[in-house]
């Protein structure tokens, strides 16, 4: 349920934006019939909008944009926008492999894990092909096998920044090939010293939870590699089974820390290139408790480390001698509730850039140190650099020489996101124009920038710019056009503490009768997350024009706890993980029952996914209002879920127990109400099964008739296209069979 997610929830929860605004290039003709949705349609065949570029990477030099698009590697001129294909689909071809498990495929795609990289020289990429490293070269075009890592995912290869060693994650440690000795073996520099000793390596939860991406960085000189070392010894495993061979297999024992168990215990060594001793950060820190979420090279010398304390209330950045490990605070952020996990941190050339709520919302500080000695003193706050109602989203780059910030953030608009960047000294200016999501990715010099935006109605255009407004778009799609899709209502409701709530409303064409349509509500609802946004929805969008076409409305909120609406809003979700966004989801339904009298108040169903899963049962448990509802994947007790999502809002069972009981839908089973529909994944590694058959198990207790939708091997994604299109065809069969009757 990590909150930065968002592939996961673009295609699982269904966005949606109060500003919906037309589909620009998306019109039909009068005289050509619009086309009839099916499921089959949305999910059978891919995405009906086509494949945006994928992979869009620059080239170290700034000279090349790369990205994947239909098998072939295509290479941008940035200085003319002209495209060429750099590798064609038949080299591309030979040097892929095939993803060779569900859960693996799933990672890849979830965590966008990258299969493909430039080296540091501009004249070489690296192909990682499911573990088979293959470096390409630009000049001659062929590829040479240079490493294996036994890993289809998460192997992490990177080039040390002169590029003459490439390293990556092999048998739970790290190793290093030197590339300038063509055919040497890789050497093993931090070896796993024990079976559950991950050196370098990213294990389940700080992937899912904490946003890491990487463990282990080299340092500026390439002479050195810092790591973190993950002691998995006293995390509980969770098996991960295959039920479909004649003998069913364990197929994972997955460490997974829930509420109140042991988390790995965590510290930062650096080791050289070559191997040898390695020299352990001496950062204080719980064993078992605390979080490592982000570390780094401050210089050739010195080490920068975060600790994330157990309760998610106080952040501390160190930093650390790199030849022998003494550590010094540099600065502290606390929270009486809890930090935002929706920050970025980066140190150099003497300056700390970082993201937090402190004044309530998420904006840019900039801080300062003695760049001659890190571990001299404190760091000093120089400035604010950003300020106001609005959020500051991802900070993209940090450029230290030119004192250059580039950023996203909502600010004008809570329902758009726009590029901006800000000056050391705080001096800003907007890069992107025109309403929606605009999502950049900047050149490593210079002005140029890919700005990929989007709305609501209208899927990516993929923009080539010089800089601020001087853009050449090289990918646009008008393939919604004959489908003759339409804008939900906006909706805007007053929660019971004044707090604006934004929602919309998807209405069948034509349906005016009083009490004449049946409501689907549809939310997220959990903390973090904003679902509610003026960006394309993608196949969740159209699953809901084609339950319109079947005579159904659909209702989307945002409740408090969402994300991108501040700290006060978002912290409505500490201690409370139920009545308050099920009080706003009702308060929004009744405005929308008042406003439109077509919809009929008698027929109310609720379904949602993950966290919305969750809020399904809670809610047809502690409402009687409605009549059905479909729980995709849910958590159904919070003391099953892993322990840094589940603390940072609920703290540890001891702490709250009656939070743990009252807020987890397992221990209300006996009072759901309305028809249920449960899905799940067999291997499902985020929300394990387990919390499906005991749901099940109180259901049957308490004599509760349910439906079950089993998917043998998918994971939490429950992805592909056979598998997608028949558990949407059983969401509509399920609203089909106990929504749309009239009530007698």
């Known amino acids: 349920m990590t909150t930065r997610s968002a592939a996961f929830l673009a295609s699982c929860a269904l966005l949606f934006s109060s500003a919906a605004p037309s589909l620009s290039g998306q019109s039909v003709s009068s005289t050509t019939p619009a086309k009839t949705l099916t499921v089959e349609a949305i999910y059978a065949h891919g995405p009906i909008v086509g494949h945006p570029p994928q992979g869009l990477t620059w080239s170290p030099d700034g000279k090349h944009l790369t990205y994947l698009d239909g098998g072939e590697l295509v290479d941008l001129d940035p200085a003319t926008a002209k495209s060429h294909v750099l590798v064609s689909r038949a080299k591309l071809a030979s040097l892929s492999g095939a993803t060779s498990t569900e859960t693996d495929a799933d990672h890849r795609d979830r965590y966008k894990m990258a299969s493909y990289l430039w080296a540091p020289d501009s004249a070489h990429l690296l192909f990682d092909a499911s573990g088979r490293l293959w470096l390409y070269s630009l000049a001659n075009g ?5 490493g294996f890592t036994g890993t289809a995912s998460g192997d992490d290869p990177k080039f040390s920044p002169n590029g003459e060693k490439l390293s990556f994650v092999h048998d739970h440690g790290l190793s290093v090939l030197n590339l300038k000795d063509a055919g040497t073996p890789a050497n093993p520099v931090a070896p796993q010293p024990t079976p559950s000793t991950l050196n370098g390596e990213v294990d389940w939860v700080y992937l899912e939870e904490l946003e890491v991406r990487s463990n282990y960085f080299w340092s500026p000189d390439s002479r050195a590699l810092a790591f973190l070392q993950m002691n998995e010894d006293a995390v509980p495993q969770y098996p991960i089974t295959d039920w479909i061979p004649t003998h069913a297999k364990v197929v994972d024992l997955q460490r997974y820390p829930q509420p109140g168990d042991p988390n790995p215990d965590v510290r930062v060594g650096v080791v050289g290139a070559g191997g040898g001793k390695t020299i352990w950060m001496k950062i204080p820190i719980k064993p078992g408790q605390d979080y490592i979420p982000r570390f780094g090279w401050a210089d050739r010398r010195t080490v920068w480390i975060e600790v994330l304390t157990r309760d998610h209330k106080h952040r501390q950045l160190y930093f650390a001698d790199a030849t022998n490990g003494a550590a010094h605070l540099a600065l502290e952020i606390t929270d009486d509730k809890f930090l935002d996990d929706n920050y970025d941190v980066s140190v150099g050339d003497g ?15 900039l801080y300062s140190y003695d760049q001659n000695n890190p571990l001299a003193g404190t760091a000093k706050l120089e400035r604010q650099l950003t300020k106001g109602d609005f959020e500051v989203g991802d900070v993209s780059t940090v450029d230290y020489a030119g004192k250059l910030i580039k950023y996203v953030s909502h600010e004008g608009n809570a329902l758009d996101q726009q590029l901006w960047q800000v000056t050391f000294d705080g001096d800003r200016k907007q890069l ?6 605009h999502d950049g990715n900047f050149a490593p010099a210079g002005t140029a920038f890919v700005d990929t935006q989007s709305t609501l109605m209208d899927p990516p255009t993929l923009r080539l710019c010089q800089d601020a407004g001087r853009c050449n778009t090289f990918w646009h799609t008008n393939a919604l056009a004959a489908w003759n899709l339409h804008a939900p209502e906006q909706l805007e409701v007053k929660a019971h503490d004044g707090e604006t709530l934004y929602a919309t409303l998807l209405l069948p064409e ?30 969740s969008l159209l699953f809901d024009e084609l339950l319109t076409q079947h005579g159904f409305a659909v209702l ?4 408090r706890g969402a994300g991108g609406r501040g700290r006060a809003f978002g912290q409505a979700a500490y201690h409370n993980f139920g009545p308050v966004q099920l009080e706003d989801q009702l308060t929004v339904l009744d405005a929308a029952l008042a406003k439109y009298p077509q919809l009929d108040p008698k027929r109310l169903g609720w379904w949602g996914w993950s966290w919305g899963g969750t809020f399904t049962l809670y809610a047809l448990s502690h409402s009687d209002r409605f009549r059905t509802g479909v729980a995709v994947a849910p958590v159904t007790d919070w003391r099953n879920y892993d322990s840094i999502y589940t603390e940072r809002y609920m703290s540890q069972p001891t702490e709250f127990p009656a939070g743990y009981k009252d807020f987890s839908p397992v221990n209300s089973a006996a009072n759901l109400k309305g028809r249920l529909l449960i899905a799940q994944g067999t291997s499902d590694d985020n929300v394990h099964i387990e919390n499906t058959v005991q749901y099940i198990q109180k259901l049957i207790e308490a004599q509760v008739p349910y439906d079950l939708q089993i998917y043998p091997r998918k994971t939490h994604s429950i992805a592909g296209p056979d598998v997608r299109t028949m558990l949407f065809n059983r969401i ?12 007698e």
């Open 732 to 743: 509509l069969a399920q609203f089909e069979t106990y929504l749309k009757p009239p009530v």
């Open 556 to 559: 989307h909120a945002d409740n």
């Open 351 to 365: 300056s700390i850039v970082l993201t937090n709520w402190t004044d309530g919302h998420n904006h840019i500080y």
């Open 510 to 539: 034509g349906a005016t009768s009083p009490a004449s349509v049946p409501l689907i509500v549809n939310p997220y609802g959990g903390p973090a997350v904003q679902t509610i946004a003026n960006r394309w929805g993608g196949e």
């Open 432 to 437: 992107s124009t025109g309403a929606g999501t």
């Open 142 to 146: 062929t590829g040479v096998q240079v």
